[in-house]
């Protein structure tokens, strides 16, 4: 019987958990896929939109199947309860822990393909990411939207806002161009009449056929006019820099392997200061813990609850869960980037807070009885 338990368990759980993954993935890649819209307040070309696609999917699989094994785990189990299936175990000798324990292969399971994708797979999809805004930059350039538009794009230290009267023949008419840095703005460009190149291998904008350009600079701190402003009647090349990303692969700890990540860690311990790495690493290793440890924790919250709606269980199982598992998570990064403990130490507290809480729930199984 028991075996034939585990079985059925594990079964009802697997199947659950690849249709939620599924769905789970999906939801987020449309959520990522309208942020990077938002982002560049304009739509890129569908093509470069569903390339986003592949990459968004992968990066978000150390998130979507922790939480999808906890929503089957919490579902199944709820279900158990609420159909009376786990009093009748009870009733025939089987200890309150013992059907519980056929999660255990799942959730290695879990742990094993969480720690793969953060792992290998995140860092390869963040560089195509990387790859892709570029490409939706240049997009906008070559085919930017018609009428009077003010846009602004996001840039790794400098941002640039776009604004023109109109687009006619690949000239932008009533151009202006600002460019801000964290401090604040720095310089102001309009012209009656220009052409934008975006170049990636320099990650900067050209500007060509200036027609009337009157180029301000300021101070960041100030917001004070520099100097004196510099206009023409015509300027045929004019370059923006603008470090949205070049061409060069990102050097973020996030686009980082095991082993370079590694040796990253070691050199920022070295070195004192912001430990990226560190803050990196704890968030892989706290994902993979946490692929073992939620569908334990939902389904015993989810078990407690005797209840006709299942979906009442599910909430019951995976709110409390996620809900305090991730942002401890969260928590704890931060507290290996700042070095007040190690990567190890910073990933495995949330792991014994979920131990913690289901060595708690187990406790209230064992002595309700299910009843």
């Known amino acids: ?62 998130f979507s199947l922790p939480v999808s094994v906890l929503f089957s785990a919490s579902l199944v189990f709820g279900r158990m309860r609420a ?16 059907p519980f324990l056929a999660l255990l292969p799942l959730g290695l399971l ?25 490409r939706a930059l240049a997009d906008f350039i070559d085919h930017p939207p018609q009428g009077p538009r003010e846009l602004r794009f996001p840039g ?24 801000y840095s964290d401090e604040g703005l720095l310089a102001s460009l309009t012209a009656r009449r220009a052409r934008i190149v975006y170049q990636r291998v320099s990650g900067s904008l050209l500007l060509t056929g200036c027609v009337e350009p009157r180029l ?16 023409a009647e015509r300027i045929n090349e004019l370059r923006v820099p603008f470090d949205f990303g070049a061409d060069e692969e990102p050097d973020a700890p996030k686009a980082m392997r095991t082993i370079p990540l590694m040796h990253q860690m070691s050199a920022e311990i070295s070195a004192g200061g912001r430990r990226s790495a560190s803050s990196e690493a704890a968030r892989r290793i706290g994902l993979a813990l946490g692929g073992l440890l939620l569908p334990l924790l ?73 009843a």
């Not at 301000?216 to 206009?231: E, N």
């Open 1 to 62: 019987m028991i075996l034939r338990l585990d079985r059925v368990v594990l079964r009802d759980t697997a199947l659950t958990s690849l249709v939620a993954v599924l769905g789970i993935t999906f939801l987020f890649t449309a959520l990522g896929l309208y942020q990077i819209v938002n982002r560049f307040e304009v739509t890129p070309r569908f093509g470069t939109l569903v390339s986003f696609a592949p990459s968004l999917w992968v990066s978000l699989l150390p």
């Open 83 to 98: 159909e009376r299936e786990l009093l009748l175990l009870a009733s025939s000798g089987v200890a309150p822990w013992r």
């Open 110 to 134: 879990t742990a094993a393909l969480v720690a793969f994708a953060v792992s290998e797979l995140g860092p390869q999809a963040y560089s195509e990411r990387h790859s892709l805004q570029r």
């Open 156 to 179: 790794s230290g400098t941002s640039i806002d776009i604004s023109y009267a109109s687009f006619e023949g690949g000239h932008f008419d009533g151009l202006g161009v600002m460019v």
């Open 216 to 231: 301000i600079q300021f101070d960041p701190q100030t917001g004070a006019p520099v100097g004196m402003p510099l206009a």
């Open 298 to 370: 939902g389904a015993l919250l989810a078990a407690l609850v005797s209840h006709p709606n299942r979906l009442f269980s599910v909430g019951v199982g995976v709110i409390p869960a996620a809900l305090g598992y991730f942002p401890a998570m969260i928590a704890c990064q931060g507290l290996a980037e700042r070095g007040v403990t190690s990567a190890a130490v910073a990933a495995s507290i949330p792991g014994l807070l979920a131990l913690l809480g289901c060595a708690a729930v187990l406790r209230l199984h064992w002595r309700s009885g299910w």
